[in-house]
Nanobody, 118 residues
Framework: QVQLVESGGGLVQAGGSLRLSCVAS????????MGWYRQAPGKQRELVAT???????NYADSIKGRFTISRDNAKNTVYLQMNSLKPEDTAVYYC????????????WGQGTQVTVSS
């Protein structure tokens, strides 16, 4: 079991920055994939960025060059640094953890709201 708690969302003007944090209830060192997803009103949840335990990162095309995902294994925390925010980045952002053992296990946080005003 992994509990995830996000924080850092809020209201920001276009062009501004926010840093989201996701604290896990256990060590993330061996968690295969940590990631951020988002869901805007009326839209499906979409991948934003992922980070594997081996250090590989992956980003959605829409946020490449603006967002950065990072892990701090000592703090059991994953961050999403968001720069040059746009109104279309407005969404609820969810932290995700994937454990791959004999089966795949997905865990989700409760989400944090990010609102970007124009």
């Amino acid at each position: 079991q992994v509990q995830l708690v996000e924080s850092g969302g809020g209201l920001v003007q276009a062009g501004g920055s926010l840093r989201l944090s996701c604290v896990a209830s256990r060590s993330i060192f061996s968690i295969n994939v940590m990631g951020w997803y988002r869901q805007a009103p009326g839209k499906q949840r979409e991948l934003v960025a992922t980070s594997t335990s081996g250090g590989t990162t992956n980003y959605a095309d829409s946020i490449k060059g603006r967002f950065t995902i990072s892990r701090d294994n000592a703090k059991n925390t994953v961050y999403l640094q968001m720069n040059s925010l746009k109104p279309e980045d407005t969404a609820v952002y969810y932290c995700n953890a994937v454990l791959i053992r004999t089966l795949r296990y997905d865990y989700w946080g409760q989400g944090t709201q990010v609102t970007v005003s124009s």
